[in-house]
C-alpha cells in the first residue's frame, strides 16, 4: 500500500474506508497491546494519590491562557496530580482474558497508544533527568540521570514529551492508526494543559522538534515508537527549543527497557508517513473562508451571543474524573440553553495558543443538529473565530450519519455531531506532510473539550474515526479536496 505515498493527502486517501473493501481482520487477543512500559529503572518515585480539595471551575478553565513568567513553586504532590488528571487511570475492565484500563482521556478502540515522559531540568524532590511516566502502575521510573549545568537557576523546569506506540493501535487498525494515534496524542495534549493551568502553571506546546534528536534523548526505536509533542513548564515559549537542545546533560547510565509482550505484524506505511512529517513548516498563506469547503451556500448565520445563556459552575477535576465514552443516546429533546453552552465550550480552544493559531485555520468544525428546542435540525459550520453557526442547508442528517460511520446506529440517536472537516490539499500546500500532525492533534484537543464539556453538563460524548469517507463527502456536499476525518456525538443518555 505504501507504494507511491508521498504526501500525507496520499495517505489519508489510501487509508480511506470503502464500503464492502474493508479487509477483515482478526484481533489477536494473545498478542494485545502492553499498556505501559517496563524498565529497569533506576529509581521509582510512586505518585501521591491524595488530591487536591480547591475546586476549579471548567469555565473559567477554558477561557484561561497560560501566562509570562513562573507562577510559583509546583510541589512533587502537585505533579502527581496533574498527571493523573492529564493521564491517570479511572476505572479498569476485563474481557477475552485481558485487563483494560480506561484514563481520564477516550483512546480509540481504548488501546491508549501513547506514552508521557517527563524531562526534569529542576524540581525540588525530583532528580534531573528522563523518566517514563507509568500511568498504570502510577510511579515515574527514572531512566536516565543527569545534571543541570545552571546549578544557579533554581527556577521549576521540565518538559513532559508525548510520544505514539505504533502496535498499540495497528493491533486493531492496521495502516489507519496513525490517524487515531494523532487524535489521542491531541486529547492528551489537552488534558494535561488543563491540569497546568488548573495548578497555576506556565507552560508552552511544541509541535516543532527536531524528531531524531528527541528519539534519541528517549532511546526511542521510530519503527516502533515516535515523539508527537512536547510541553515544556516553565520557560518562556523562545526558550523551549534551546532548552531541549541543551539540557539537563543526561550522561549518566541509563535503564534499559525490558522486553515487552507485544508481538504482531507491522505496518511499513505508519513509519512512512510519520517520516514524510519529518520537517518542521513554516506557514505560507492564510485559508480560504470556512464555508468555502462546501458546495452549498449558507442560509442564515446564528451568532451564539444573541443567546443568553449563562454559564453554570462545573468542578474540572470531577468532570476529568468522571469523563466516559458514553453512546447511549436517546432521541429526547435537547433543552436549547444546555445546547447553547455546550457549543460554546466546543469552541471555547483559544486561538492565541500559538499551536492553534499555527493550523486552526485549516480546520473546519461542522455540527449536525437534531431535536433540540429553539433550533432547525440541519447542517452547520462554525465561523472561523467559532463564534457563530451558519446554517448550510436544513434536515436531519443523523440516520444517514449513522450509516456513514461503519453503520453504528447508536450517532443516529444524539443531539449533536460535531464535525471536523479539512482541506488536506491546503494544508499540504501550507505545512508539508507535517501539517497533518498539527491538524489531527489539533482537533483532537478540541474533542476532548467537547468529552469534558458534555460531561459537566450531564450528557453523553463519543468519538468516532471509523467512517466510509467518500460518503461522508457526499452527505454534506465537501468540495473535492475537504474530508471529515472525526465525529464526536454529544446529546441525552439513558440512565
Given at each position: 500500500?505504501?507504494e507511491?505515498?508521498?504526501?500525507?493527502k496520499a495517505?489519508?486517501?489510501?487509508?480511506?474506508?470503502i464500503?464492502?473493501?474493508i479487509?477483515?481482520?482478526h484481533l489477536?487477543?494473545?498478542?494485545?497491546?502492553?499498556p505501559?512500559?517496563?524498565?529497569?529503572?533506576?529509581?521509582?518515585i510512586?505518585?501521591?494519590k491524595?488530591g487536591?480539595?480547591s475546586?476549579v471551575?471548567?469555565?473559567?478553565?477554558?477561557?484561561?491562557?497560560?501566562?509570562a513568567?513562573?507562577?510559583?513553586?509546583?510541589?512533587?504532590n502537585?505533579?502527581?496530580?496533574i498527571?493523573l488528571l492529564a493521564?491517570?487511570v479511572?476505572?479498569?475492565?476485563?474481557?477475552?482474558?485481558?485487563?483494560?484500563?480506561f484514563?481520564?482521556?477516550?483512546s480509540?478502540?481504548g488501546l491508549?497508544?501513547?506514552?508521557?515522559?517527563l524531562?526534569v531540568?529542576?524540581?525540588n524532590?525530583?532528580?534531573?533527568g528522563?523518566y517514563?511516566?507509568n500511568?498504570?502502575?502510577?510511579?515515574?521510573?527514572?531512566?536516565?540521570?543527569?545534571e543541570?549545568?545552571?546549578?544557579?537557576d533554581?527556577?521549576?523546569?521540565f518538559?513532559f514529551?508525548?510520544?505514539?506506540?505504533?502496535?498499540n493501535s495497528?493491533?486493531?487498525?492496521?495502516?489507519r492508526?496513525?490517524?487515531?494515534i494523532?487524535?489521542d496524542?491531541?486529547?492528551?495534549m489537552?488534558?494535561l494543559?488543563?491540569?497546568?493551568?488548573?495548578?497555576?502553571?506556565?507552560?508552552?506546546?511544541?509541535y516543532?522538534?527536531d524528531?531524531?534528536?528527541?528519539?534519541?534523548?528517549?532511546?526511542?526505536?521510530?519503527?516502533k515508537?515516535v515523539?508527537?509533542?512536547?510541553?515544556?513548564?516553565?520557560?518562556?515559549?523562545?526558550c523551549?527549543?534551546?532548552?531541549i537542545?541543551s539540557?539537563?546533560?543526561?550522561s549518566?547510565?541509563?535503564?534499559?527497557?525490558?522486553?515487552?509482550?507485544?508481538?504482531?505484524?507491522?505496518?511499513?506505511l505508519?513509519?512512512k508517513?510519520?517520516?514524510?512529517?519529518?520537517k518542521?513548516?513554516?506557514?505560507?498563506?492564510v485559508?480560504?473562508?470556512?464555508?468555502?469547503?462546501?458546495?452549498?451556500?449558507?442560509?442564515k448565520t446564528?451568532r451564539?451571543s444573541?443567546?443568553s445563556?449563562?454559564?453554570?459552575k462545573?468542578?474540572y477535576m470531577?468532570?476529568?474524573?468522571?469523563?466516559?465514552s458514553k453512546?447511549n443516546?436517546?432521541p429526547k429533546v435537547?433543552?436549547m440553553?444546555?445546547?447553547?453552552?455546550?457549543?460554546?465550550l466546543?469552541?471555547?480552544?483559544?486561538?492565541?495558543?500559538?499551536?492553534?493559531?499555527?493550523?486552526?485555520?485549516?480546520?473546519?468544525?461542522?455540527v449536525?443538529c437534531q431535536?433540540?428546542?429553539?433550533?432547525?435540525?440541519?447542517f452547520y459550520l462554525?465561523s472561523?473565530?467559532?463564534?457563530?453557526l451558519?446554517l448550510?442547508r436544513?434536515?436531519?442528517?443523523?440516520?444517514?450519519?449513522s450509516?456513514?460511520?461503519?453503520?453504528q446506529?447508536w450517532?443516529?440517536h444524539?443531539?449533536?455531531?460535531?464535525?471536523?472537516?479539512?482541506?488536506?490539499s491546503?494544508?499540504?500546500?501550507?505545512?508539508g506532510?507535517?501539517?497533518?500532525?498539527?491538524?489531527?492533534?489539533?482537533?483532537?484537543?478540541?474533542?476532548?473539550r467537547i468529552?469534558?464539556?458534555?460531561?459537566?453538563l450531564?450528557?453523553g460524548c463519543?468519538?468516532?474515526?471509523?467512517l466510509?469517507?467518500?460518503?461522508?463527502?457526499?452527505?454534506?456536499?465537501?468540495?473535492?479536496d475537504?474530508?471529515?476525518?472525526?465525529?464526536?456525538?454529544?446529546?441525552?443518555?439513558?440512565?
Amino acid at each position: 500500500m505504501d507504494e507511491g505515498i508521498i504526501t500525507a493527502k496520499a495517505y489519508h486517501l489510501a487509508t480511506n474506508h470503502i464500503r464492502h473493501r474493508i479487509t477483515p481482520h482478526h484481533l489477536d487477543f494473545e498478542n494485545y497491546p502492553v499498556p505501559f512500559k517496563s524498565y529497569a529503572f533506576l529509581n521509582k518515585i510512586d505518585l501521591i494519590k491524595t488530591g487536591s480539595k480547591s475546586k476549579v471551575d471548567l469555565n473559567l478553565l477554558f477561557d484561561q491562557l497560560p501566562q509570562a513568567g513562573l507562577r510559583g513553586p509546583l510541589s512533587l504532590n502537585a505533579l502527581s496530580q496533574i498527571l493523573l488528571l492529564a493521564y491517570g487511570v479511572t476505572r479498569t475492565g476485563a474481557a477475552n482474558g485481558m485487563n483494560f484500563y480506561f484514563r481520564t482521556t477516550p483512546s480509540a478502540g481504548g488501546l491508549y497508544p501513547c506514552h508521557l515522559y517527563l524531562l526534569v531540568r529542576f524540581m525540588n524532590g525530583l532528580e534531573t533527568g528522563l523518566y517514563y511516566c507509568n500511568m498504570i502502575q502510577e510511579f515515574l521510573a527514572l531512566i536516565q540521570r543527569g545534571e543541570n549545568p545552571a546549578q544557579e537557576d533554581k527556577e521549576v523546569s521540565f518538559s513532559f514529551i508525548i510520544t505514539g506506540e505504533f502496535y498499540n493501535s495497528s493491533w486493531k487498525y492496521r495502516e489507519r492508526a496513525f490517524r487515531y494515534i494523532l487524535l489521542d496524542s491531541g486529547h492528551l495534549m489537552e488534558n494535561l494543559s488543563l491540569a497546568l493551568n488548573a495548578f497555576d502553571q506556565f507552560f508552552s506546546i511544541e509541535y516543532d522538534f527536531d524528531d531524531q534528536k528527541i528519539s534519541q534523548r528517549l532511546f526511542l526505536d521510530n519503527a516502533k515508537e515516535v515523539p508527537l509533542a512536547i510541553v515544556t513548564v516553565g520557560q518562556d515559549t523562545c526558550c523551549v527549543k534551546e532548552q531541549i537542545d541543551s539540557r539537563p546533560h543526561l550522561s549518566g547510565p541509563r535503564a534499559e527497557q525490558k522486553i515487552g509482550l507485544s508481538a504482531g505484524p507491522s505496518y511499513p506505511l505508519l513509519e512512512k508517513i510519520y517520516h514524510l512529517g519529518g520537517k518542521p513548516a513554516q506557514k505560507k498563506f492564510v485559508g480560504p473562508k470556512q464555508t468555502d469547503r462546501v458546495t452549498k451556500p449558507l442560509k442564515k448565520t446564528i451568532r451564539l451571543s444573541d443567546f443568553s445563556c449563562p454559564p453554570d459552575k462545573i468542578d474540572y477535576m470531577e468532570t476529568v474524573c468522571l469523563r466516559r465514552s458514553k453512546r447511549n443516546f436517546v432521541p429526547k429533546v435537547l433543552d436549547m440553553t444546555k445546547a447553547i453552552r455546550l457549543l460554546r465550550l466546543a469552541s471555547s480552544l483559544p486561538c492565541s495558543d500559538a499551536q492553534a493559531e499555527k493550523v486552526d485555520p485549516c480546520l473546519t468544525i461542522g455540527v449536525s443538529c437534531q431535536n433540540i428546542h429553539g433550533i432547525e435540525d440541519g447542517f452547520y459550520l462554525f465561523s472561523q473565530d467559532r463564534t457563530s453557526l451558519h446554517l448550510i442547508r436544513k434536515g436531519q442528517y443523523h440516520n444517514a450519519l449513522s450509516r456513514v460511520c461503519l453503520d453504528q446506529q447508536w450517532i443516529a440517536h444524539a443531539a449533536v455531531n460535531f464535525l471536523f472537516m479539512a482541506d488536506l490539499s491546503y494544508l499540504e500546500t501550507s505545512f508539508g506532510p507535517r501539517g497533518y500532525r498539527y491538524l489531527l492533534m489539533h482537533s483532537g484537543r478540541i474533542a476532548q473539550r467537547i468529552y469534558l464539556g458534555a460531561t459537566g453538563l450531564g450528557l453523553g460524548c463519543c468519538g468516532v474515526g471509523a467512517l466510509y469517507d467518500e460518503e461522508a463527502r457526499d452527505l454534506f456536499d465537501l468540495n473535492e479536496d475537504v474530508s471529515l476525518f472525526y465525529v464526536v456525538s454529544t446529546g441525552p443518555v439513558k440512565k
